[in-house]
């Protein structure tokens, strides 16, 4: 009897969690300040979109966009075997191109989860012959490695029916389906997120814009996420501004501010830590045919360019159906990783609101040091930093330390280039500034 109450009562708690909303505005604790100040430091991240979409080689979207039959697409995960996924490899991977922090699909649009959950049989454990949890491995090996570790998870579903896709919203729900039970479905699969996987420290949402007047419920996905654990991040690539109970504000395929994709046309730029993503290639599922690899300048103004904009950037690559990171991305990365060995300093732990981005390049800061990095080639023999209000006691090129000449006057820092070797990719020069 003693137990059976026992149980009632654990059962009854979860259930009062599971429901919980936010009252009032919400107010992120000491724990979660810190998070996002720790976030903020690490600048530079892995995004990985896995699935059984890799199988097929033709990106994530692939169900949607070939238009193959729910039921025909399921069958996909009665051959997702990937033997060859190692978490340690995909860890050191992340490491070696110096990424801090790394963000797995744990479920796309597909609705097919990578991860072992008791609320859908259509998961890596249950549905396919590998029959183990890659996402365990990958938590644990994050935790042992220092790496941060962030949950992707669609807001989206085009297969369970309760979701109805494509259903007309009415009053806030889909017109088909049960809305209530697929909110339920979402908070039930999140708390098992939060809860089973070692260190989870964001959950990154996406989807939001196929239903804009949905009600998402978001202050009980939110409160939810936050009652389990007030220091997780929350962010939602809604493409507005954030929303009440968001901890990040991320930018797809766009550095903050720009709007060339067309994603973020109502996007406007809040108070929070903020995040640019963006695909080494041009998917972001394992697409076979797609050739349009970024050198790693590309990559490294991207991280810098980012950073000039107070920004982490988030670089995605598509591991292949047998869970192997293609030889592309990791001979581009490792010279990437190479490079921010040398020049790390004047990425990690900055901030890039002291300065807007100049003609020439963009400035970082740590305290009282500041870095600029010249990634474009002044058209004359120095750049003008304006508005420069402490006073620069010293100027040297980070790589090497060689004095580099300046003066400082009330509009600005003129600081020389002549004679000096610009570098191909980034040209950084270290000010001390009182």
Not at 51 to 72: F, H, N, Q, R, T
Not at 125 to 135: C, E, I, M, R
Not at 228 to 255: C, R, S, T, Y
């Amino acid at each position: 009897m003693i137990r059976k109450l026992t149980l009632t009562i654990a059962l009854l708690s979860a259930l009062a969690l599971n429901t919980v909303a936010q009252t009032g505005p919400y107010v992120p604790t000491a724990d979660n300040l810190a998070a996002r100040k720790k976030f903020q430091d690490l600048k530079f991240g892995l995004f990985i979109h896995w699935g059984v979409y890799s199988i097929l080689g033709a990106g994530e979207w692939v169900m949607y966009e070939k238009k193959i039959p729910y039921d025909s697409y399921k069958r996909l995960a009665g051959f997702f075997n990937p033997q060859e996924f190692n978490a340690k490899e995909w860890v050191q991977f992340a490491k070696k191109a110096g990424m801090k922090y790394i963000t797995v699909t744990s479920r796309h649009h597909d609705g097919f989860s990578m991860f072992g959950t008791k609320m859908s049989p259509y998961n890596i454990v249950d549905a396919t012959p590998y029959h183990k949890d890659p996402l365990m491995e990958l938590a644990k090996e994050c935790e042992k490695e220092g790496i941060e570790l962030h949950f992707y998870y669609s807001l989206l579903d085009w297969g369970r029916p309760d979701y109805a896709f494509g259903s007309p919203i009415v009053n806030g729900k889909p017109e088909k389906g049960d809305w209530d039970s697929y909110i339920k479905f979402m908070k039930d699969q999140l708390t098992e997120l939060i809860t089973k996987y070692p260190a989870v420290k964001g959950i990154w949402f996406d989807g939001h814009w196929e239903r804009k007047n949905a009600n998402w419920h978001y202050d009980e996905i939110y409160g939810l996420i936050h009652k389990l654990n007030p220091a997780i991040l929350v962010g939602n690539n809604h493409h507005l501004e954030p929303i009440d109970g968001e901890d990040f504000q991320m930018f797809e395929k766009d550095l903050p501010g720009a709007n060339t994709t067309g994603f973020s046309a109502e996007s406007k730029i809040g108070k929070l830590p903020l995040e640019t993503c963006e695909t080494i290639n041009n998917s972001w599922g394992f697409n076979i045919t797609d050739r349009s690899f970024k050198s790693s300048k590309q990559i490294i103004h991207y991280l810098v360019n980012s950073a000039g904009r107070d920004a982490n950037f988030l670089l995605n690559i598509g591991p292949m159906p047998n869970g192997k990171i293609q030889s592309e991305f990791t001979d581009t990365l490792a010279i990437v990783g190479d490079w921010v060995k040398k020049n790390g300093e004047s990425v990690y732990n900055t901030r890039g609101s002291t300065m807007p981005p100049q003609p020439w390049g963009v400035m970082t800061a740590n305290g009282k040091t500041l870095y600029a990095h010249i990634t474009t080639t002044p058209g004359e023999s120095y750049i003008f930093i304006p508005q420069m209000k402490e006073k620069v006691t010293k100027a040297v090129l980070l790589n090497g330390g060689g004095t580099v000449k300046f003066k400082q006057q009330p509009e600005g820092v003129f600081i020389y280039t002549n004679g000096l070797t610009m570098d191909p990719i980034d040209t950084i020069i270290k000010l001390t500034v009182n």
